[in-house]
């Protein structure tokens, strides 16, 4: 319990009154204790396995990736000519290894169609043989085999007909 009755004077509050330790006291204290001792020693092992892992008092690589030295460079291997059958048999090759991707392209069905559609319709269009152009006639005509004739004006009005 307080004692209200005591009374103390100035200089006695500010003489009970302590400053914590200063920047530097309070580093050299923490410095003198083991764990942080340890931690640091911890660290500069490491700083050293690092430094020497990664040789670090080799002088940097002289060449990087697109640089281009200013003297002549010998190759330690021979350069020889380019051998042509060689390379179209290795491009041979390659094409009978390559896997072939195709791209469906619907609109060049579609346009086929209609121009098949065309032609059909302009055949069906015609009411006698002589109203037919010869060219479509003959595109829609089967190759014949070597050595047989071409039809006859007549056989191909009979074919006409039966259309």
Do not use: H
């Not at 791209?103 to 169609?113: I, K, T």
């Not at 595109?139 to 056989?155: H, I, K, W």
Request: proline content about 7%; charged content about 20%; hydrophobic content about 40%.
């Amino acid at each position: 319990m307080s004692n209200g009755t005591q009374t103390r004077t100035r200089q006695q509050r500010v003489a009970a009154v302590e400053l914590p330790p200063g920047v530097w006291k309070s580093i050299w204290s923490n410095l003198q204790k083991g764990r942080v001792l340890l931690r640091l020693a911890l660290c500069a092992a490491t700083a050293l396995f690092l430094w020497g892992f990664n040789r670090s008092w080799d002088p940097p690589f002289a060449y990087n990736l697109g640089d281009i030295p200013e003297r002549d460079l010998m190759a330690r291997v021979g350069f020889s000519q380019p051998d042509p059958e060689a390379t179209s048999e290795a491009r041979q090759r390659a094409r009978r290894f390559a896997v072939g991707v195709y791209d469906q392209n619907p609109e060049a069905l579609v346009q086929l169609r209609a121009q098949l559609r065309s032609e059909i319709g302009k055949l069906a269009a015609a009411e006698t043989f002589d109203d037919v152009d010869g060219a479509l006639w003959a595109s829609f005509q089967p190759s014949t085999a070597p050595g047989t004739p071409d039809p006859t004006t007549e056989q191909q009005v009979e074919q006409f007909n039966r259309l």
